[in-house]
Each structure stands twice: as C-alpha cells, then as structure tokens.
C-alpha cells in the first residue's frame, strides 16, 4: 500500500519509523525543506511542494498513492488545505493527526491572541524581554514592537526581514527539559514567553518553566484543521493504515482524477 506522509514533527517521524520494514505499505515522506539539515528517517523521502492542491492531487495520482498521513505542524494550515482538497479531488483516503493543544493549569498566566501581530501588539509599550518560541517564519511580526528585547529559539536562522533591532538567536532543537528551560529564562532575565500553542510533549518545558517562575505567557491559538479522520498521534494514524490495509481495494487507476 502506497502511503504519502506529509511531515516535518515529532509524529510523522514516529510513524515513518514504524512503517520502515514493514513490508504491507510503501511509505514516502513529504518534507517542505525548509530546515536545510532535517532528521529523516529509513523511508523514501521527499523534500520541497507540490505547486498547490492542484500540483499535489496530480502528484497523487502520478504516484499511485492510495492513503495519505497530514502529519504536519499544526500551524502549518495551508498544507492541510491542499490535502484536504487534493485527496478529495483524487478520491484518496485522508487521515490527519492533529495533537491536543496544551491547555492552561493552576499558576498558568496565559494570553491568548490569534495571531503574531497582535501577539507582538500586547507586549505593552514599555521595554520587556522577551522570549520568543514560535518558529523562524514569524519572528519579523515583532519588528514592530521594536523598543522590545528578543531572545529567539530557532533551529535555523530567520529569512524574512525587517526583523526587530534588539535581537538575539538561539539555535537549538528541542526537546527540552524543565531545568535547562527555567534557567534560561532565569539567566536571561526573560519578562515574557511568546509561545504558538503547538501541543505535544518536546516543547511543553518552556511553558512549565514559565509557570515555575511566574511569568506570563503570549499564547498564540492555533488554526482550525479539519479532514474526514481526525486522530490525536501517530500510534491511531498507524491503526488507522491497518485497517484500510484490510479493505479491498481498487486497482491503482482508480485514485487518479476524473476527467
């Protein structure tokens, strides 16, 4: 069975890991290539788009696909648009995984925005350090919030500019534990986390760290998803396969568009 992965997290590489050797499916994972030293696993992978929900659903039926995994970030909305639209379009089953969101607990101080410009709108007017945790892509929103000081986590540096004045980068890639966070944000005399909601497990330690100290939390909520299979990890994304594996399915021809 020929599966496509649409990756880049923690639980596309788990279940390209547990489909590597596995000899009922024939995985690939899609990476978007924006980290230029990705960890990829045993598996064919892919790396750069597809031109769009119309590029994708063609790439589909060129590669006789016959199941696909939206393992993306959940930030990552207009990928799971094109999934969503390709694979109904191509009539290929869709199963996307879409991790909990963390949720506040007693001594969380969150402030919950929709997006990074007004993330970067409620830090106040008056200078605060602050630490940001939100991927490379966003950081040029709180250019312009510029009286601010900036402490951004990042694997790779940011390509988008302006970016704000008082910056610094910290190139590291998670997962992260709850000591080394709360010394950092200690060290650095951090006022502020601005944080995506991503959910998981690899990232969560800035939040406790944030709790600990008793620091606030810009929490930026993440976009709506939406697909015909919602599961929450990657162990019910590999039930999930089994079970369509176990269907009957038509021959290859058929999960190519209609005229």
């Known amino acids: 069975m020929r599966i496509l992965i649409l990756g880049g997290t923690t639980e596309a590489s788990a279940l390209a890991k547990r489909l590597e050797g596995d000899p009922r499916f024939t995985p ?15 598996i064919a992978v892919r790396i750069g788009g ?26 990552a909305a207009q990928i799971s648009a094109n999934a969503s639209a390709a694979t109904a379009e191509t009539g290929i089953p869709l199963c996307t995984i879409i991790r909990p969101p ?36 966003t950081v040029g929103a709180f250019a312009r919030a510029p009286q601010h000081t900036y402490l951004a986590r990042l694997i ?5 500019a302006p970016l704000p004045p008082r910056l610094t980068l910290l190139q590291h890639r998670g997962p992260f534990d709850l000591a080394s966070e709360t010394a950092l944000l200690r060290n650095e005399h951090i006022d502020v986390v601005v944080s995506k909601n991503s959910g998981g497990s690899a990232t969560y330690a800035k939040i406790e760290a944030a ?11 993440r976009p709506d998803k939406a697909g015909p299979t ?7 994304a590999f039930d999930w396969l089994i079970r369509r594996h176990a269907e009957p399915r038509a021959p290859s021809a058929a999960c190519k568009p209609t005229a």
């Open 230 to 236: 919602l599961v929450p990890d990657e162990e019910e």
């Open 102 to 137: 963390w949720q506040p607990v007693a001594g969380d101080r969150w402030l919950i925005v929709k997006t990074m410009e007004e993330a970067a709108d409620v830090l106040g007017e008056a200078p605060r350090r602050v630490f940001l945790s939100i991927g490379r892509q």
């Open 28 to 42: 690939i994972l899609s990476l978007a290539g924006r980290t230029k030293t990705p960890a990829t696993p045993g």
């Open 156 to 160: 790779e540096p940011p390509e988008t």
């Open 50 to 75: 597809f031109g769009g929900a119309d590029g994708l659903a063609q790439w589909l039926a060129q590669s006789e696909i016959e199941a696909v995994i939206d393992a993306t970030h959940p930030f």
């Open 211 to 221: 709790r600990t100290l008793g620091l606030p939390v810009v929490m930026i909520e």
